[in-house]
């Protein structure tokens, strides 16, 4: 497939007024379900027409095809990720450096933890290398880059922030969905939680 033809197919109206946003929400819950039934091979635009309630044409007006669900499913989740990482950034502002850690690997966790089944899902079965995954690492490192920048001190000297905010950012999102997905049995929550923390915090210091 042609680049062009890919990103056409990416392309889709956006919800302007509080009623579409209301049908695209529709949809994009009715994927879940599916997703949740049968897995990405049980969505088609039928299906979530049916399951959302509404007409085929309603679907098709805000998605061309099932990979603009699937893009779809990952910025809703991302933005959800987003909203809740600036919230501890805000929260932990005054806190010191490991209360900053743990407020963001909490804040990580309780995204994932809301709905571990569609967390395990939009990783292993919705494809979503053409969505805003690139741009979401970016902002996330921005996030905790603006975070870290306060605690330069109790960093180790010539420490490059940036990077440090880089490889903080994806080792909390990789062991925040670990945490939630993955916790092998015979491993608490708040454990997993500890251990983590450890582990970032001695990154960061060293």
């Known amino acids: 497939m042609r680049r062009d033809s890919k990103k056409s197919s990416l ?18 819950d009715a994927a879940v379900r599916l997703l949740k039934r049968g897995g990405s091979a049980c969505i088609t635009t039928n299906r979530m027409a049916e399951t959302a309630g509404i007409s085929i044409g309603s679907v098709y007006q805000y998605f061309p095809n099932k990979h603009a669900v699937f893009v ?6 991302i933005r ?14 005054r806190a010191p450096l490991q209360g900053l850690v743990q407020s963001l690997l909490e804040g990580m966790i309780e995204t994932h933890a809301a709905d571990p089944q569609l967390a395990e899902l939009l990783q292993s079965e919705v494809p979503h290398r053409a969505d805003g995954s690139a741009a979401f690492s970016t902002r996330l490192s921005d996030i905790f880059l603006a975070a870290l920048t306060p605690h330069r001190k109790a960093l180790s000297r010539g420490t490059d922030l940036r990077t ?8 909390i999102d990789s062991l925040g969905h670990a945490i939630v997905l993955y916790r092998p049995p015979g491993l608490s929550l708040e454990a997993a939680k500890e251990e983590a923390g450890k582990a970032i915090l001695a990154y960061l210091s060293s």
């Open 72 to 77: 779809a499913l990952h910025e809703r989740h």
């Open 11 to 28: 392309r889709r109206r956006r919800p302007a007024q509080t009623r579409a946003q209301v049908t695209v929400e529709a949809i994009l």
């Open 80 to 93: 959800h990720v987003d909203a809740a990482m600036r919230r501890k950034v805000a929260e932990s502002r």
């Open 164 to 171: 440090r905010a880089f490889i903080t950012a994806n080792l």
